[in-house]
Nanobody, 122 residues
Framework: QVHVVESGGGLVQSGGSLRLSCAAS????????MGWFRQAPGQEREFVAT???????YYGNSVKGRFTISRDNAKNTVYLQMNSLKPEDTAAYYC????????????????WGQGTQVTVSS
């Protein structure tokens, strides 16, 4: 059985930084993409970043240059370093694991965590 668990969310001031972690278990995930999506209240789920099984990274336009995704296959873990945070980054952040045909499409991912809340105060 696959489990996906996020950690690292919290409250931070505008301009600050946070690092999210996502650990997957239940199988070996080196042949899977691992990524992040976020959803704010009343908003649609938004692609943030992903690290594919071919070590290609993609970023959403709103986070390019501020967020960095990295991965440790030995630990089945993906990280999201978030710098220069803005109030509009406030959302629940979800880790997604899968073999997406379209890496930026949330419904192409098979496994999801419960989410971790990130709140950026102005």
């Amino acid at each position: 059985q696959v489990h996906v668990v996020e950690s690292g969310g919290g409250l931070v001031q505008s301009g600050g930084s946070l690092r999210l972690s996502c650990a997957a278990s239940g199988r070996t995930f080196s042949s899977y993409a691992m990524g992040w999506f976020r959803q704010a209240p009343g908003q649609e789920r938004e692609f943030v970043a992903t690290f594919t099984q071919t070590s290609t990274t993609y970023y959403g336009n709103s986070v390019k240059g501020r967020f960095t995704i990295s991965r440790d296959n030995a630990k089945n873990t993906v990280y999201l370093q978030m710098n220069s945070l803005k109030p509009e980054d406030t959302a629940a952040y979800y880790c997604a694991v899968g073999r997406p045909f379209y890496p930026l499409s949330w419904d192409d991912y098979a496994y999801w965590g419960q989410g971790t809340q990130v709140t950026v105060s102005s």
